[in-house]
């Protein structure tokens, strides 16, 4: 379950990291060489202090998350307990919803040890970027740059072996006696199992997210750590930004149900729809998210927004013109990341889908309790290419505009 988690967690530490050290000042490591610092304590000295931050709250993020995980524990994790399973048994085995709100508010405590945390760290955060920063690009070093690329391979070698298989497992017969490859479970799949509608659904959904996860998560990352005003309601805001990655999917998901399905609630209409399961996907992986969006603009300084204050440049300007395309990376990276997410959850809406909104995640969890774990593989398989397919894409376009929006980023190559 560790391994599992290790390579579940990954995805979502590193975006966190990389945008905590996407803004670095050349200045400070020019500074350094000039007086003799070696790498190491340069390293020690800038580049880890730098991302500080980015690096807390990576290791909150893995660490709320294995606490929370219900779908590793439940495929691999035996009989071994945890709290995720034990709500699953107690909500779906026994019908007993109080206990599995009790469970569920224990799972809450490690929400409240990271907001302590992040608030600790975040006195001491000073901003990277200033408006005289240069942006940094590292010289090469031809034992420094093998090493880490030999770590880098190493490290996506065990992650594409264990996706591998699953590939290789779906184009074969019949895992392990007939190992002969073929076809048929995809056929299957499409043909037989109706995998296809649930497969569009996800598409959408997935897109949904993308688009105004992003908006929605950026811009209230932005009014939280650069504008003014209502301080009393900051901390309450960031507390419930950190909240989601704290609780299970599960328990979101049946939150969802008894607060939308309430006769008496005139948002009821939303239930068993697409908007539903959205907004649903959304506020699942906010957390990581908003911690990647305030992890980008804390390397910001807040002369930008003084400079536009006194010029009486509108708040709106300057988030769109200055803010928007230096965090455009991120801004990429938390939507592509809302839609890889968006194609493979299961727990959050596993309780909100309805038979027009049936999802291709749920679709692979029914064909394994069916036993037909073949066109389960094939299936999954198809949600990882066409990931695989939008990062690619998000990539390219990411590199185009940059191009256009961050030529500043070049200066620091001279």
Wanted: glycine share 6%; net charge positive.
């Amino acid at each position: 379950m560790v391994l599992a988690m290790s390579f579940a967690a990954f995805p979502h530490a590193v975006m966190i990291l990389l945008a905590s050290m996407a803004l670095a000042d050349a200045r400070l490591y020019e500074a350094a060489e000039s007086m003799g610092t070696r790498p190491w304590r340069r390293f020690t000295t800038i580049t880890l202090p730098g991302a500080r931050y980015g690096l807390i709250s990576a290791a909150m993020v893995v660490f709320t998350m294995a606490v929370s995980e219900f779908g590793v524990p439940k495929v691999i994790g035996g009989n071994y307990p945890v709290l995720a399973i034990d709500i699953y048994k107690q909500v779906i085995g026994q019908q007993n919803f109080q206990m599995g709100a009790v469970v569920g508010l224990v799972l809450l405590l490690p929400a409240v040890i990271a907001f302590a945390v992040d608030q600790r760290v975040r006195r001491r955060q000073k901003a990277l970027l200033t408006a005289r920063s240069v942006p940094y690009a590292p010289r090469p070093s031809p034992v420094r740059d093998r090493l880490l690329l030999a770590f880098v391979v190493l490290v996506s070698l065990a992650m594409l072996t264990v996706m591998g298989m699953a590939v290789f497992g779906s184009f074969v017969k019949l895992w392990p006696y007939n190992l002969s490859l073929s076809l048929v479970h995809y056929t299957y799949g499409f043909e037989e199992a109706n995998v296809e509608h649930a497969y569009r659904n996800s598409l959408v959904m997935a897109a949904w997210c993308a688009a105004f996860g992003a908006a929605i998560t950026f811009a209230g990352a932005y009014w939280v750590e650069k504008t003014r005003g209502a301080e009393w309601l900051r901390p309450l805001i960031r507390f419930q930004a950190m909240l989601p990655m704290a609780v299970p999917g599960m328990v979101l998901g049946i939150g969802y149900i008894l607060f939308f399905n309430d006769p008496a609630n005139p948002l009821t209409v939303l239930y068993g729809t697409m908007a539903i399961l959205v907004a649903c996907t959304v506020v699942h992986f906010y957390s990581s998210s908003h911690l990647t969006a305030v992890t980008a603009l804390k390397q910001l300084d807040a002369e930008f927004e003084a400079v536009s204050a006194s010029l009486k440049v509108p708040f709106y300007k300057t988030f769109w013109r200055v803010t928007v395309p230096v965090c455009l990376p991120t801004v990429l990276d938390i939507g592509r990341y809302y839609f890889v997410n968006a194609m493979t959850t299961i727990s959050a809406v596993v309780f909100l889908y309805s038979p027009k909104t049936t999802l291709a995640s749920i679709s692979i969890l029914q064909l394994d309790e069916a036993g037909a774990l073949g066109p389960a593989a094939a299936m999954a398989t198809l949600i990882v290419a066409t990931s695989a397919v939008v990062t690619v894409v998000t990539l390219a376009a990411e590199s185009l505009l940059l191009a256009r929006t961050q030529r500043w980023r070049g200066r620091g190559r001279a």
